[in-house]
């Protein structure tokens, strides 16, 4: 099963980005195959739409689950429709202690 | 003319059992089946939205005001909803039926949730909560969960 988590940085011991919409990358990680990919958020510069955008991106990729420490007021009714999870994790955590949870 | 459709009503959750059966044998007649809760046409139906009514006015003692808020209906709505739900547990009562809590359109209201282990919150659809038996952690798989009541304030807009 394929989860994002957001993030600052593009390497695992960046701390998880605390927008959803405009965070910097989003770690696309697939539990089956412990694997992380990195997505540059392209839609950082939009002045509107960030959210729905992001979303947009991750539902095509396949994510089931999303761990970001706040989500946008648009961004849950789409979440809801595409039936992907908002997990809402707290702030001043690594993107690597995240998924040292999910292996758990 | 086509009435216009209700509107959904918000309930916290389902009650914690299906409903009541009277005790004893009736006069004049043998009560079916011993502890049995099978289906008769003699059942009296309590919808959820009547069972939340009674909840949050009897029980919790809110104003109708309040309760209606609770539920996303209008005040007169409330109160006949309540009203019904009254009736029907009195004629339960009174003519010592079977409650049954069922149907009604509702919605179930606790969306959010609360990991106690690793503090995260998280929401479960609708269409989840309904084949979900036991509510688990989606980061660290913990099982202790509580219901998320300030969810309202979670979403910031963006």
Same mark, same amino acid.
């Given at each position: 099963?394929?989860?994002?988590?957001?993030?600052?940085?593009?390497?695992?011991?960046?701390?998880?980005?605390?927008?959803?919409?405009?965070?910097?990358?989003?770690?696309?990680?697939?539990?089956?195959?412990?694997?992380? $990919?990195?997505?540059?958020?392209?839609?950082?510069?939009?002045?509107?739409?960030?959210?729905?955008?992001?979303?947009?991106?991750?539902?095509?990729?396949?994510?089931?689950?999303?761990?970001?420490?706040?989500?946008?007021?648009?961004?849950?009714?789409?979440?809801? $429709?595409?039936?992907?999870?908002?997990?809402?994790?707290? $702030?001043?955590?690594?993107?690597?202690?995240?998924?040292?949870?999910?292996?758990? | 003319?086509?009435?216009?459709?209700?509107?959904?009503?918000?309930?916290?959750?389902?009650?914690?059992?299906?409903?009541?059966?009277?005790?004893?044998?009736?006069?004049?007649?043998?009560?079916?089946?011993?502890?049995?809760?099978?289906?008769?046409?003699?059942?009296?139906?309590?919808?959820?939205?009547?069972?939340?009514?009674?909840?949050?006015?009897?029980?919790?003692?809110?104003?109708?005001?309040?309760?209606?808020?609770?539920?996303?209906?209008?005040?007169?709505?409330?109160?006949?909803?309540?009203?019904?739900?009254?009736?029907?547990?009195?004629?339960?009562?009174?003519?010592?039926?079977?409650?049954?809590?069922?149907?009604?359109?509702?919605?179930?209201?606790?969306?959010?949730?609360?990991?106690?282990?690793?503090?995260?919150?998280?929401?479960?659809?609708?269409?989840?909560?309904?084949?979900?038996?036991?509510?688990?952690?989606?980061?660290?798989?913990?099982?202790?969960?509580?219901?998320?009541?300030?969810?309202?304030?979670?979403?910031?807009?963006?």
């Amino acid at each position: 099963m394929k989860v994002v988590i957001t993030s600052k940085e593009n390497n695992i011991n960046s701390l998880v980005d605390p927008r959803f919409g405009r965070a910097a990358f989003f770690a696309v990680y697939d539990t089956d195959t412990d694997s992380i $990919e990195w997505l540059g958020n392209d839609v950082v510069d939009m002045q509107h739409g960030a959210g729905t955008g992001a979303v947009n991106l991750l539902a095509n990729l396949g994510a089931k689950k999303i761990f970001a420490v706040a989500f946008g007021a648009k961004v849950k009714p789409l979440l809801d $429709e595409l039936d992907i999870q908002m997990v809402i994790v707290k $702030e001043n955590q690594t993107v690597a202690n995240i998924i040292a949870l999910l292996k758990k | 003319m086509v009435g216009r459709p209700q509107k959904i009503r918000k309930i916290a959750g389902a009650p914690s059992v299906e409903g009541f059966i009277p005790k004893g044998p009736r006069r004049g007649r043998q009560l079916r089946g011993r502890g049995r809760f099978r289906r008769h046409e003699e059942d009296i139906f309590l919808l959820f939205e009547e069972y939340e009514s009674i909840r949050l006015l009897d029980y919790e003692g809110l104003n109708q005001t309040a309760a209606s808020e609770q539920m996303h209906v209008s005040r007169p709505t409330l109160t006949r909803i309540y009203q019904r739900a009254r009736q029907k547990v009195a004629k339960a009562f009174i003519e010592g039926r079977v409650i049954r809590f069922e149907g009604g359109k509702v919605n179930f209201k606790a969306e959010w949730y609360q990991c106690t282990d690793c503090e995260s919150i998280f929401n479960i659809s609708e269409k989840k909560q309904e084949v979900m038996e036991e509510v688990m952690c989606p980061l660290c798989s913990g099982s202790k969960i509580i219901v998320y009541h300030a969810a309202d304030s979670l979403m910031d807009d963006e």
